[in-house]
């Protein structure tokens, strides 16, 4: 399986962005699907997740704000960030997982991709 990100850039605070994940190999819509991201000097933060039954989860610095969802295209997923602020500076990774384990949001995720940088300036 592989992840690829995009949409990543910078932008002022208080503006939009939407970030994608493409994902190909052996993925299917039965997979959790899932954005962290990662801030430099911080741990890695999980930030949506959403279940093959399009069911999501947000991080509480995120809810109101990013929505994450599933485009038309297969295997790609979204992350629509609005009302950004510098603390939500980081790189974006996209990650994805298929195994019969926990909920999407509690789950430790197997497949990660590289990640694109979005950075918030005031």
């Known amino acids: 399986v592989t992840l690829v990100e995009s949409g990543g850039g910078s932008v002022q605070v208080g503006g939009s962005l939407r970030v994608s994940c493409a994902a190909s190999g052996s993925i299917n819509n039965r997979w959790c699907m899932a954005w962290f991201r990662q801030a430099p000097g911080k741990e890695r933060e999980k930030v949506a997740t959403i279940s093959p039954l399009d069911i999501t989860t947000y991080t509480n610095s995120v809810k109101g704000r990013f929505t994450i969802y599933k485009g038309n295209a297969a295997n790609t997923v979204f992350l629509e960030m609005n009302s950004l602020t510098p603390e939500d500076t980081a790189m974006y990774f996209c990650?994805?997982?298929?195994?019969?384990?926990?909920?999407?949001?509690?789950?430790?995720?197997?497949?990660w991709g590289q990640g694109t940088q979005v950075t918030v300036s005031s």
């Open positions: 990650a994805a997982d298929g195994r019969p384990a926990d909920t999407c949001e509690k789950r430790e995720y197997t497949y």
